[in-house]
């Protein structure tokens, strides 16, 4: 049995994520893993035709397909993702059609269920048999229990290619949206100085979003300006290499033009759109590229108080998972969500309106400074990155470790004396029968009692 191993990792073998395959490779020596760096050798693999051909003829040969990556930044790395775009540009499918395939991650747990969600996606649009996920925490190979777990996913997956069992279609194809998008002059919009700044990746890939993009940009006044990703020197996507962790100087400052772009026109708006169209279920891998390279700034929040939207062309409404990543994204920026408009909206004087809409309240909320309270997007990511940075990953993310200790990262519940207090005393009277009886007849009227005296002090 011959198993394809697709690997994600910029840093190709160097990598986390290989070891965990390496274990597989070794607990069953019967099988051959073929490993393919398509992540770490995407540039040779956009120019050289050939080269990915090879790559396509090996992976048609095999008998299962394994896609194993470390996630970045809620999903796979941009190098990744163009590499899935290129088996779609370039009209591959036909070697993964039938095929059974495998994910396999690691990561630190932090929106992985997202990345699994985009790769399951993937497979279905590729016609594939996919049979199983696994997301590893980084270190789980160290531990005993979690070397059964890997093993008994590998020997799961290898019978179920064996005996060839069916799989589950999770995704079904997505339905192209028929709207051409006819814009009309909406009602102006006074900016009172904000900066307003709507990024694209190319809008002259897209007739809808362009037209959207124009139609939003001149509603402002004076009018938002407009930059396109394509235009920025850019030389690759995020390496991986976490030099940034200490003090968020990437490698490849001074290299291009990317930190210069991000710092002087990202950081410096008041109001950010971001436009772009569905490429497999995901936006571009050029747009990918801009999050990920973003990364230099590590785990801080550094687009805290923005208010920000989204313009997008394609199948939006029927890709919960990218408007997850997207919602996400947002709030642990700690930044406000404006809303978002895609070309499947509606009518085109549904998506007028809805750009008129987002247009008003980009300058109301501005200027009124409101950032809407976080969900557990938010807050569930921020605990998992607090515990996490003051554990074992604080050597490698300095930077991000002096930011947690000055804004109050660091609010672990063993610190809340006071009430560690009150909870042991409370636990304590309710294990006598006439006292419990009492806690539980009035703990009601006891939960509304505080915000009852903050509601009198209004009247």
Same mark, same amino acid.
């Given at each position: 049995?011959?198993?394809?191993?697709?690997?994600?990792?910029?840093?190709?073998?160097?990598?986390?994520?290989?070891?965990?395959?390496?274990?597989? $490779?070794?607990?069953?020596?019967?099988? &051959?893993?073929?490993?393919?760096?398509?992540? $770490?050798?995407?540039?040779?693999?956009?120019? =050289?035709?050939?080269?990915?051909?090879?790559?396509?003829?090996? +992976?048609?040969?095999?008998?299962?397909?394994?896609?194993? *990556?470390?996630?970045?930044?809620?999903?796979?790395?941009?190098?990744?993702?163009?590499? @899935?775009?290129?088996?779609?540009?370039?009209?591959?499918?036909?070697?993964?059609?039938?095929?059974?395939?495998?994910?396999?991650? &690691?990561?630190?747990?932090?929106?992985?269920?997202?990345?699994?969600?985009? !790769?399951?996606?993937?497979?279905?649009?590729? #016609?594939?048999?996919?049979?199983?996920?696994?997301?590893?925490?980084?270190?789980?190979?160290?531990?005993?229990?979690? /070397?059964?777990?890997?093993?008994?996913?590998? %020997?799961?997956?290898?019978?179920?290619?064996?005996?060839?069992?069916?799989?589950?279609?999770? =995704?079904?194809?997505?339905?192209?949206?028929?709207?051409?998008?006819?814009? #009309?002059?909406?009602?102006?919009?006074?900016?009172?100085?904000?900066?307003?700044?709507?990024?694209?990746?190319?809008?002259?890939?897209?007739?809808?979003?362009?037209?959207?993009?124009?139609?939003?940009?001149?509603?402002?006044?004076?009018?938002?300006?407009?930059?396109?990703?394509?235009?920025?020197?850019?030389?690759?996507?995020?390496?991986?290499? @976490?030099?940034?962790? !200490?003090?968020?100087?990437?490698?490849?400052?001074?290299?291009?033009?990317?930190?210069?772009?991000?710092?002087?026109?990202?950081?410096?708006?008041?109001?950010? *759109?971001?436009?772009?169209?569905?490429?497999?279920?995901?936006?571009?891998?050029?747009?990918?590229?801009?999050?990920?390279?973003?990364?230099?700034?590590?785990? +801080?929040?550094?687009?805290?108080?923005?208010? @920000?939207?989204?313009?997008?062309?394609?199948?939006? /409404?029927?890709?919960?998972?990218?408007? #997850?990543?997207? #919602?996400?994204?947002?709030? !642990?920026?700690?930044?406000?969500?404006?809303?978002?408009?895609?070309?499947?909206?509606?009518?085109?004087? %549904?998506?007028?309106?809805?750009?008129?809409?987002?247009?008003?309240?980009?300058?109301?909320?501005?200027?009124?400074?409101?950032?809407?309270?976080?969900?557990?997007?938010?807050?569930?990511?921020?605990?998992?990155?607090?515990?996490?940075?003051?554990?074992?990953?604080?050597?490698?993310?300095?930077?991000?470790?002096?930011?947690?200790?000055?804004?109050?990262?660091?609010?672990?519940?063993?610190?809340?004396?006071?009430?560690?207090?009150? =909870?042991?005393?409370?636990? &304590?009277?309710?294990?006598?029968?006439?006292?419990?009886? %009492?806690?539980?007849?009035?703990?009601? %009227?006891?939960?509304?009692?505080?915000?009852?005296?903050?509601?009198?002090?209004?009247?």
């Amino acid at each position: 049995m011959k198993i394809a191993v697709l690997n994600g990792s910029p840093k190709g073998q160097t990598s986390v994520t290989m070891q965990y395959v390496n274990f597989l $490779q070794l607990k069953f020596p019967e099988v &051959t893993f073929q490993f393919f760096d398509v992540a $770490q050798k995407i540039k040779k693999l956009e120019v =050289n035709e050939d080269e990915f051909e090879l790559v396509i003829g090996e +992976i048609s040969a095999a008998d299962a397909v394994l896609w194993a *990556f470390p996630l970045y930044f809620f999903l796979v790395s941009s190098q990744y993702k163009r590499f @899935i775009e290129l088996i779609f540009e370039r009209n591959s499918s036909w070697a993964f059609r039938g095929k059974p395939a495998a994910v396999l991650s &690691t990561s630190i747990n932090f929106f992985d269920h997202t990345a699994h969600n985009y !790769m399951n996606s993937v497979c279905d649009d590729l #016609e594939m048999k996919f049979i199983a996920s696994y997301s590893a925490e980084m270190n789980d190979l160290l531990k005993s229990k979690e /070397r059964r777990r890997l093993q008994l996913f590998g %020997e799961l997956f290898l019978r179920a290619v064996k005996e060839g069992s069916p799989a589950i279609r999770n =995704n079904r194809p997505l339905i192209p949206s028929s709207t051409v998008y006819m814009p #009309e002059d909406l009602k102006p919009v006074e900016t009172y100085g904000k900066k307003i700044l709507i990024v694209a990746d190319d809008i002259s890939q897209d007739n809808n979003l362009r037209s959207m993009v124009r139609n939003l940009q001149n509603t402002f006044f004076p009018q938002a300006q407009l930059l396109q990703l394509k235009d920025i020197d850019i030389k690759g996507g995020c390496l991986g290499c @976490i030099q940034c962790g !200490m003090d968020n100087h990437c490698i490849y400052e001074g290299e291009d033009g990317f930190i210069d772009f991000f710092n002087g026109q990202i950081k410096t708006a008041d109001v950010l *759109f971001f436009a772009g169209c569905v490429s497999d279920r995901f936006l571009s891998a050029c747009w990918k590229c801009f999050f990920d390279r973003s990364f230099f700034n590590g785990h +801080i929040p550094v687009l805290k108080d923005r208010q @920000i939207g989204f313009i997008i062309g394609g199948p939006f /409404r029927q890709l919960y998972n990218l408007r #997850e990543i997207l #919602e996400a994204y947002v709030e !642990m920026q700690h930044a406000n969500l404006i809303g978002f408009v895609s070309d499947d909206a509606g009518s085109s004087a %549904e998506i007028n309106e809805s750009l008129q809409s987002m247009a008003d309240h980009a300058v109301s909320y501005s200027r009124a400074g409101y950032l809407r309270p976080p969900t557990f997007l938010c807050i569930g990511g921020k605990k998992l990155l607090r515990d996490a940075v003051w554990g074992r990953m604080r050597p490698a993310f300095q930077a991000d470790h002096r930011y947690f200790r000055k804004h109050d990262y660091y609010d672990f519940p063993q610190k809340r004396y006071k009430w560690r207090l009150i =909870n042991d005393i409370l636990i &304590t009277l309710t294990k006598i029968p006439p006292l419990r009886r %009492e806690f539980t007849k009035r703990i009601k %009227e006891e939960m509304v009692r505080p915000f009852s005296k903050v509601l009198a002090r209004l009247k």
